[in-house]
């Protein structure tokens, strides 16, 4: 079990699935909150039944799946029904992550998690690594990589915690602007030794 717990995050755009999946193929066990947060809401599940409750099930996709488009337009117009969500959300995430942590079998794991802050999981990582990029770049990379718009673009932005935030949390930061791959697995390469010495 991996009792050495990094959390990475950066705001979106900012290349963590790239800095994650540099990670695995060095044999870190990556646990991911995003996935978490997608499954516990899978048909059948405790949550995905009380959501349905409680918005009714025009929630859910005829083949009984929630839509996530859906509740994002419902949550975002209503405050109440966003902190409802949250509330009833976030521990099972919390405890999923935990579970999934513990049955990591690398010498450390990695949590992925682009709302470490915001979702208050800085007490459960013992060291925090951000990937940082300019909030400009942040916008050219998601509207070349998803076809967004970009207002859309910019209220993520806004609703992730802000750079200077995430940057005062670091232990670790990698500057992921204006450099190539190669330059990005050095980084890596020294942050992964770093951590296995750390451990050991």
């Known amino acids: 079990m991996s009792s050495f717990i990094v959390g990475?995050?950066?705001?979106?755009?900012?290349?963590?699935?790239?800095?994650?999946?540099?990670?695995?193929?060095?044999?870190?066990?990556?646990?991911?909150?995003?996935?978490?947060?997608?499954?516990?809401?899978e048909p059948n599940t405790h949550?995905?039944?009380?959501?349905?409750?409680?918005f009714d099930n025009t929630i859910l996709n005829q083949d009984g799946s929630l839509n996530r488009a859906l509740?994002?337009?419902?949550?975002?117009?209503?405050?109440?029904?966003?902190?409802?969500?949250n509330s009833l959300l976030h521990p099972i995430i919390r405890q999923q992550i935990l579970e999934q942590c513990q049955q990591?079998?690398?010498?450390?794991?990695?949590?992925?998690?682009?709302?470490?802050?915001?979702?208050?999981?800085l007490n459960i990582v013992n060291r925090v690594l951000v990937v940082d990029v300019s909030e400009a770049t942040q916008l050219l990379r998601?509207?070349?990589?998803?076809?967004s718009n970009e207002k859309e673009v910019k209220a993520i932005i806004a609703s992730q915690a802000p750079?200077?935030?995430?940057?005062?949390?670091a232990n670790d930061i990698i500057q992921?602007?204006?450099?190539?791959?190669?330059?990005?697995?050095?980084?890596?390469?020294?942050?992964?030794?770093?951590?296995?010495?750390?451990?050991?």
């Open 163 to 169: 750079r200077q935030k995430r940057l005062s949390h």
């Open 104 to 121: 990591a079998t690398s010498k450390y794991c990695i949590l992925v998690a682009p709302l470490l802050i915001e979702n208050n999981l």
């Open 142 to 147: 998601v509207l070349d990589r998803d076809c």
């Open 8 to 41: 990475l995050t950066g705001g979106i755009g900012s290349g963590k699935t790239t800095v994650s999946d540099y990670f695995e193929s060095l044999g870190v066990n990556i646990i991911d909150a995003d996935i978490i947060a997608r499954e516990v809401v």
């Open 47 to 54: 949550a995905l039944k009380q959501i349905a409750q409680h």
């Open 71 to 85: 509740l994002r337009t419902k949550i975002f117009s209503n405050e109440k029904d966003k902190q409802w969500l």
């Open 176 to 200: 992921n602007e204006n450099i190539d791959l190669m330059q990005l697995k050095k980084k890596i390469d020294d942050l992964h030794q770093r951590y296995l010495n750390l451990v050991s």
